[in-house]
């Protein structure tokens, strides 16, 4: 066989597992990049939290818009090859054996981890490279004291198991009653039949199947006279008749019931007529007992719900300042991390045989305190772009809001348009008019009779101040409220204003109308 050497050109997408891990930590909301954070602090003893604010060189967070380093055209040029394409990699071969030379960020990002400077070896990234997976526990101050909030919360369930001690129950019923209870659901509704809770317990066991069902229906008839009226309903219907028992009598009342008992169709799109035809009341009770019904909790049991699980921590604030607008980071979410000297320090005095496994422990831990720093940074940067951006919003409100798509953003930071996107999904901003999403700001564009483009988001927020300062007698329909914003000079189809209106959860015309 003949020797000879030869050179080709291929494509070919390699991603480290260093930028596997700056996206990934890009895209994760508050809660989960601390729950990352928690899992990295168990797993690598380099990482440890600091009290006071990390260095930039220790940790690389600052309040200020800085502009792109090298780390993130790398980290952007990655972003893009997922997005669209692949860079080329060139390789020569001879006897029959290649040497691949890869052009990529690799090289570059290995470079420089040592705080004072020397390059130490590249690990094998096949070591770390795999997703972390997030845990379910922090330790983090802030989370502490939501936890604590958190187990202070009386949920329904424990809500309902305190009256039940009141009861004098034998062991079958009061085990009957206890399943019930865990069987509701965060309304307060039972979703399963009592015959397939039943058969679910018993198997293929028919006859205690039977006896089952016979202790829930007795079980069930306690929870129904239980406090919040209407809990343990199987239907809407169901719910609204429990909470009407406990309502004082009269025709109102003994039609409200009647109702109940038609179709919920008839309910919601208030026909007082075919109601008053069907329940055998006038249409004056009819419109009482409609408003009766209207006062009544149609899900008793989401008083309970733990609203601190839904908490909104922003990870932007912006305040005004001067004749501007100034944004920086909430520190409250930014984790303190740095290095752990001491053993960084012994690492390089004593390397043994294992000295290459806790070597590529120290780089982790290097690159993760990076890539986190790299996260905030583009997040600052882009939220800095938005608010340039958004100005009018932040001064007049949404009505004020100026048309503006992903491509803007990413054109004038010089990052992709698929970075931008993880930037702004579940990430917030505290502004004066409140707390955001940073999607929020992004809005497609309607012509105007001046040639001009408005906003999306702002001619939502026309329409629900239109509906806002309409008659409830007379409310507009969606014609009316195109016409009205052809006078503002904003060309809406109806079927747009429509689906403007379902998105702002805003009834149509006919169920607006008070009786």
Known sequence: MKQGLSLRVSQHLAL????????????????????????????????????????????????????VSQDNQEFESATESIAGGAHETVATSQNDSETTAEISSEAKLEESWDGDGSVESAPDDSEWGGDALPRKSNSDDSDAEASDLAHGHESLQDHLHRQALGLRLSEDDRAALHFLIESLNDDGYLEDSLASLASG????????????????????????????????????????????????DGDETRAAMAMCRQPMELLAKRDVKRLSQLCGFPDTVIKGAIALIGRLDPKPGRRFVNVERNLVVPDVIVVKSGRGFKV????????????????????????????????????????????????????????????????????????????????????????????????????????????????????????????????????????????????????????????????????????????????????????????
């Open 16 to 67: 480290t597992p260093q930028l596997q891990q700056s996206i990934r930590l890009l895209q994760l909301s508050t809660l989960e990049l601390s729950q990352e954070v928690e899992q990295m602090l168990d797993e690598n003893p380099f990482l440890e939290v600091t009290e006071e604010a990390a260095p930039r060189e220790e940790f690389g967070l600052d309040h200020t818009n800085t502009p």
């Open 201 to 248: 317990l018993a198997g293929d066991d028919l006859e205690q199947a039977e006896d089952l069902e016979q202790h829930f229906a007795m079980a069930l008839n306690l929870l129904h006279h239980m406090e919040p009226a209407g809990v343990g309903a199987r239907n809407l219907a169901e719910c609204l008749g429990l909470q009407l028992l406990d309502c004082k």
């Open 328 to 515: 920086t980071l909430n520190g409250e979410v930014m984790p303190r991390l740095r290095v752990h000297d001491i053993y960084a320090n012994a690492l390089k005095q004593h390397k043994g045989q294992n000295g290459q496994a806790l070597q590529q422990r120290l780089q982790e831990a290097r690159w993760f305190i990076k890539n986190i720093q790299q996260r905030f940074d583009t997040i600052l940067r882009v939220s800095t772009a938005i608010v340039e951006r958004q100005k009018n919003f932040f001064t007049h409100g949404e009505l004020a809001m100026r048309p503006l798509v992903l491509r803007e953003i990413a054109d004038e930071l010089g990052l992709h348009e698929s970075t931008i996107s993880r930037v702004t999904t579940a990430k917030y901003m505290s502004t004066p008019f409140g707390t955001f999403e940073l999607k929020y700001f992004f809005g497609s564009a309607l012509g105007t009779e001046t040639g001009g483009n408005a906003s999306s988001t702002a001619v939502r927020a026309l329409i629900k101040q239109f509906v806002t300062s309409e008659s409830s007698n007379k409310p507009l329909s969606d014609n009316q409220i195109s016409e009205m914003l052809k006078e503002q000079g904003i060309e809406c189809a109806r079927r747009t204003v429509a689906k403007y209106r379902e998105a702002l959860r805003i009834a149509p015309a006919s169920l607006r109308k008070s009786l």
